[in-house]
C-alpha cells in the first residue's frame, strides 16, 4: 500500500484528478474496451469531481468511454430524491462531463427484490470486465462504502445496516435529523472493492485522524474496515497533513520518503 500526502484538501483532489486522468489516458479505452471505474459519494470527492470537470472542460479528458459503477445507495430513496446517491452523482459530476448516462451505474434503492439487485450489480461488474480504478472515501470509523465495522472482508454487493456513528455523521445532509437518514443501504462488499485491479482511497481532515492510524498501523481487522487494502496489491491511500495526526512520526517519515509497500 502507498500512502501520498499532500498539503491540504485541494492539493490531495488535484493528486487524485490528475491521477484517475494519468490512469484513462494510459489505457485508451474504446466502446469495446471502455475503462472501468468505481465511484463514491461523500463530501471527500468533491474536490476531485470538481478538478476532473475542470480537466474535461480543459479538453485533456473524455468520460465517453467511460463505465462507472457507484459504491452504494439508500434503501428506500428513489434516484429523485435530494438525499440519494444517484442525485448526487448527477449534480456533483455525471451531468457536467461527456459520460453516456446509461454507461452509468448506482445500485437501486427502490427496488422490489433487494437481494436480487445486490446479485445483479455484481454480474453486471463482472460482465464488463471487473473495475479497473476504484476512487472512495473513509466513514470516520474506519468504513469504506457502507461496509460498517464488523463486515465480512469477503462480502459481496448486499444490504447492510447502517452504524449510528454512520447515520450521525450522514444527518448533516438530512436536516440534521438522525431519523431521517435511512437505516439500510444497498453497498459493494469489501470483497468487490478488493477485486478492483487499483484502489484509491482519499481521506482527509483531522476527524479521520484515528480510523487512518488504525488502518495504517493497525492489522488487518474487520473492525477497521478499510484496512482490508493492506491485503490489496495495488492501493493507494490518499491524504492531507491534518489526516496524519495520529500517525507516528517514523511512519508519516517512511512514506514521505517514497518508501511504499
Ligand atoms: C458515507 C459513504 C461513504 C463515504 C463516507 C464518508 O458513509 N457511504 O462512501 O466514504 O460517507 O463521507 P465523507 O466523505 O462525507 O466524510
Same mark, same amino acid.
Given at each position: 500500500m502507498r500512502l501520498?500526502?499532500?498539503k491540504d484538501y485541494?492539493?490531495?483532489s488535484r493528486w487524485a484528478a490528475n491521477h484517475i486522468a494519468e490512469r484513462i489516458r494510459r489505457f485508451a479505452p474504446t466502446g469495446d474496451r471502455p475503462f472501468v471505474l468505481g465511484l463514491p459519494?461523500?463530501?471527500?470527492?468533491?474536490g476531485i469531481y470538481r478538478e476532473l470537470i475542470g480537466l474535461y472542460r480543459g479538453?485533456?479528458?473524455?468520460f465517453a468511454q467511460i463505465v462507472s459503477f457507484n459504491m452504494d445507495e439508500y434503501v428506500g430513496l428513489g434516484g429523485d430524491h435530494p438525499q440519494s446517491? %444517484? %442525485? +448526487?452523482?448527477?449534480?456533483? +459530476?455525471?451531468?457536467?462531463?461527456?459520460i453516456n448516462p446509461a454507461n452509468t451505474h448506482v445500485p437501486n434503492g427502490q427496488a422490489q427484490d433487494l437481494g436480487a439487485e445486490c446479485r445483479a450489480?455484481?454480474?453486471?461488474?463482472?460482465a464488463q470486465g471487473g473495475i479497473e480504478l476504484f476512487l472512495g472515501g473513509m466513514g470516520s470509523d474506519g468504513h469504506i462504502a457502507f461496509n460498517e465495522p464488523g463486515s465480512s472482508l469477503h462480502s459481496r454487493t448486499r444490504i447492510k445496516t447502517l452504524?449510528?456513528?454512520?447515520?450521525?455523521?450522514?444527518? %448533516?445532509f +438530512?436536516?440534521?435529523?438522525i431519523n431521517k437518514v435511512p437505516g439500510t443501504a444497498l453497498t459493494v462488499g469489501i470483497g468487490t472493492i478488493m477485486d478492483a485491479r487499483e484502489v484509491l482511497i482519499i481521506v482527509t481532515g483531522r476527524q479521520k485522524a484515528r480510523a487512518l492510524r488504525a488502518v495504517i498501523e493497525g492489522g488487518v481487522s474487520h473492525w477497521w474496515p478499510l484496512s482490508c487494502l493492506q491485503m490489496h496489491p495495488n492501493a493507494i491511500i490518499l491524504c492531507d497533513e491534518e489526516a496524519t495526526d495520529e500517525l507516528k512520526v517514523r511512519t508519516v517519515n517512511y512514506f514521505r520518503l517514497g518508501m511504499d509497500n
Open positions: 501520498i500526502i499532500q485541494e492539493a490531495a459519494t461523500g463530501s471527500s470527492p468533491l479538453g485533456e479528458i473524455s446517491y %444517484r %442525485r +448526487f452523482m448527477e449534480d456533483n +459530476f455525471f451531468s457536467h462531463i461527456d450489480y455484481e454480474e453486471a461488474i463482472t452504524a449510528l456513528e454512520t447515520r450521525a455523521a450522514n444527518a %448533516r +438530512f436536516d440534521g435529523d
